[in-house]
């Protein structure tokens, strides 16, 4: 369990919600359950994320408790104590909620983060660390955006953005990144939409120029 001081700071400094991950919290949940229990408590439990929003989530969660606290009484005392952190994801847009409710995410971009630099090793400098990480986060934010390829050039791409790093300019030494994946990440991120023709008026030419 978090430390009650960590969330209020969260909430005081980041405005943001305490989200505790339902998969860990289904292990605690189920350690109170027996052996030939966990099953149905484990679907009984699930039926409360099945609902399309909030109130209806919190009213399941709390009928599945009751249900559950004349036999294991432990268990429902745990989901009242944790129904406001596993249910916070609810609150946000639906299409937002599979990122949210889990620690998994995370994880999956540590791990990540960890096996591409452990790849490269040593880095020649901060900024080199830059543009590597940075181009993973990126490349994290398309799959959820727009799926990109794994592998590809854009998945490789240095982002320039915290280091002005440009297709035309000098490439830092050290650096590994190609110039045309640089120049499809930095066109997809910087490409600013054409304004309107207006009437009588020639369409303007779109694209970005290097």
Aim: overall charge positive; glycine content about 8%.
């Amino acid at each position: 369990m978090p430390h009650e001081g960590l969330k209020a700071a969260i909430t005081k400094v980041l405005h943001a919600t305490w989200q505790r991950c339902r998969v860990h919290l289904m292990r605690n949940l189920l350690a109170h359950a027996g052996r030939q229990g966990r099953g149905v408590v484990a679907a009984f439990i699930a039926t409360a994320y099945a609902q399309e929003d909030a109130e209806a989530a919190r009213a399941q969660w709390r009928q599945v408790a009751d249900q559950l606290r004349p036999k294991v009484a432990k268990l429902a005392a745990l989901m009242d104590e944790v129904e406001p952190d596993v249910l916070a994801y609810m609150g946000f847009p639906a299409a937002h909620r599979p990122k949210l409710h889990s620690t998994n995410p995370i994880e999956r971009l540590n791990g990540e983060i960890k096996r591409r630099t452990e790849v490269v090793g040593i880095f020649p400098n901060e900024a080199a660390i830059i543009r590597l990480v940075g181009a993973i986060l990126l490349e994290q934010n398309g799959r959820v955006e727009a799926p990109v390829e794994a592998g590809s050039g854009v998945a490789r791409a240095a982002v320039g953005i915290a280091t002005g790093c440009r297709p035309t300019a000098p490439r830092a030494a050290g650096c590994r990144i190609g110039r045309a994946a640089c120049r499809r990440v930095l066109q997809r991120h910087h490409r600013q939409p054409a304004p309107a023709p207006s009437f009588g008026s020639p369409a303007p030419q779109g694209g970005v120029s290097w």
